[in-house]
Structure formats: structure tokens, C-alpha cells
């Protein structure tokens, strides 16, 4: 609407991406998801001025693959909830770098961070073989392995609880999200890729 209303020009982002690009696409469109049902869940607005900058004569959208970007929210307990875009895990405590789509990050000052690796998947198996084994459509199987890599790979040092500790696995869960309707409401649960999660 802005664009026709008042002509304004968006510098990069999702409306800049070729047709091509539909898997990136999927991904904005996860994290933009995730923010939406967690501010739902905390009663919380999306803070959208972290992600679009109003300029003179267009708007800027800092959500970019391969730059992280950081959305805050506050839970009633009194713990925190960051999603995180394209998170970088690197330094002394890494041999190879780890970038995952989405990280969501629970900061509890009673216990150990729990961070939750969300990988966007626009591309499933459909193929019989797969269905057969895994109960459903889903990722391919080399995304899977891509998230015991993520889950087993990350290792951080919780900044509340002190910089002196060693740094421990704090991936509670790694995920893949992808496109998928059920035909029979509620079958999914009974796939080895939900039971897995369980």
C-alpha cells in the first residue's frame, strides 16, 4: 500500500528476490511466522522498527541472508525470548563455523539457556520410499543430518550464569520447518519425524 500510496521504493529484502530465490522466500516467510505467533503467545507487539528503516524516499529492510538480526521478547515469568535470523556461531570453541536459519533462544535466570535450532526447508519428499519409512512427506534426508550437525555442533557459554564456566550444548532441539498440509487432521503426530521431536 505504501508503495502505491506514496511511492516509496523498498531497498532490498524479500520484494527484491527473483522468482529463483522462493526458497529463501520461505525462509523470510518462517521467521516472520515465528515473531507473529510469538507475539501472540506473549501478548507483545512485533517491533517492526528493528527491521524497517523509513528513509526520505524508501524503506529499508535489514532482514538479509547471512546478516543476523535479533528480535526481543519479554516473558510474564520473567524470562526472555530472543529469535534470532541467521545467528553466526564461530570463535575458539568452533572447528568449522555453524549458521543456522533461525535460532530461538529461552534465557531463564533459574537455569541454563535452551536454544532451539528452527532450519527452513522449502524442498520435501514426496517419494513413497520416504513416506513409507518416515510415516509422511518431509525434508530430505541430508537436511535432517544437517540438523544433528547443528544440535551437536553448537556449544555456548550462557553470559548470565558467568564467563568463566565452560561452554556446554545448549541446543535443546533442532527442527526443520517446512511446507506441509495434512490430509487426515492430527496423522502427522504419528510420523517418526514428530516422534522424533517428542
Given at each position: 500500500c505504501l508503495?502505491?500510496?506514496?511511492?516509496?521504493?523498498?531497498?532490498?529484502?524479500?520484494?527484491?528476490?527473483?522468482?529463483?530465490?522462493?526458497?529463501?522466500?520461505?525462509?523470510?516467510?518462517?521467521?516472520?511466522?515465528?515473531?507473529?505467533?510469538?507475539?501472540?503467545?506473549t501478548g507483545q507487539k512485533i517491533p517492526f522498527k528493528e527491521m524497517i528503516a523509513?528513509?526520505?524516499?524508501?524503506?529499508?529492510?535489514?532482514?538479509?541472508?547471512?546478516?543476523?538480526q535479533t528480535i526481543h521478547f519479554c516473558l510474564s515469568d520473567g524470562r526472555k525470548l530472543d529469535i534470532i535470523y541467521n545467528p553466526l556461531f564461530r570463535g575458539e570453541n568452533y572447528l568449522v563455523p555453524q549458521q543456522p536459519d533461525i535460532v530461538l533462544k529461552l534465557s531463564d535466570p533459574k537455569q541454563q539457556m535452551s536454544q532451539f535450532i528452527l532450519d527452513a526447508k522449502y524442498r520435501i519428499d514426496l517419494s513413497?520410499?520416504?513416506?513409507?519409512?518416515?510415516g509422511s512427506a518431509g525434508p530430505p534426508e541430508e537436511a535432517l543430518n544437517v540438523l544433528y550437525r547443528y544440535r551437536d555442533a553448537i556449544v555456548d557459554?550462557?553470559?548470565?550464569?558467568?564467563?568463566?564456566?565452560?561452554?556446554?550444548?545448549?541446543?535443546?532441539?533442532?527442527?526443520?520447518l517446512f511446507p506441509?498440509?495434512?490430509?487426515?487432521?492430527?496423522?502427522?503426530?504419528?510420523?517418526?519425524?514428530?516422534?522424533?521431536?517428542?
Amino acid at each position: 500500500c505504501l508503495i502505491l500510496s506514496l511511492g516509496l521504493h523498498i531497498e532490498n529484502g524479500p520484494l527484491s528476490l527473483p522468482l529463483k530465490d522462493l526458497s529463501l522466500l520461505y525462509e523470510y516467510w518462517c521467521f516472520f511466522a515465528l515473531l507473529r505467533l510469538a507475539a501472540e503467545e506473549t501478548g507483545q507487539k512485533i517491533p517492526f522498527k528493528e527491521m524497517i528503516a523509513v528513509e526520505q524516499n524508501s524503506l529499508r529492510i535489514h532482514l538479509q541472508k547471512g546478516r543476523e538480526q535479533t528480535i526481543h521478547f519479554c516473558l510474564s515469568d520473567g524470562r526472555k525470548l530472543d529469535i534470532i535470523y541467521n545467528p553466526l556461531f564461530r570463535g575458539e570453541n568452533y572447528l568449522v563455523p555453524q549458521q543456522p536459519d533461525i535460532v530461538l533462544k529461552l534465557s531463564d535466570p533459574k537455569q541454563q539457556m535452551s536454544q532451539f535450532i528452527l532450519d527452513a526447508k522449502y524442498r520435501i519428499d514426496l517419494s513413497p520410499e520416504y513416506i513409507e519409512q518416515y510415516g509422511s512427506a518431509g525434508p530430505p534426508e541430508e537436511a535432517l543430518n544437517v540438523l544433528y550437525r547443528y544440535r551437536d555442533a553448537i556449544v555456548d557459554i550462557d553470559p548470565d550464569k558467568g564467563a568463566n564456566l565452560a561452554p556446554k550444548r545448549t541446543v535443546a532441539h533442532a527442527i526443520a520447518l517446512f511446507p506441509y498440509k495434512e490430509t487426515i487432521p492430527n496423522s502427522f503426530r504419528e510420523c517418526r519425524l514428530w516422534l522424533a521431536i517428542e
